[in-house]
């Protein structure tokens, strides 16, 4: 057995096995899609009543809601948040 990944961090070895940016777009879309159902549930928005306000099929609704799938646009969020009465924010950090 080797011993190679013994004392780097778990970022060191996702970048080594070219992983660190598909596990870094999934993290970041189960958050998203988390907070969007916590909101929904906070303002008792059914998914239905979510896609009317957000000018958009059920369909779009649950891809957005599908914390596995990571082709998210800008349009979609900034349309989900505004539905919610909310603003998206986005910025590059070191």
Known sequence: MSKKHIGSNFDDFLTEEALL???TATAMKRVIAWQIEQEMKMQKLTKSAMAAKMHTSRAALNRLLDATDTSLTLTTLASA???LGKRVR???AT
């Open 90 to 92: 986005v910025e590059l």
């Open 81 to 83: 948040a505004a539905a």
């Open 21 to 23: 940016e598909d596990a």
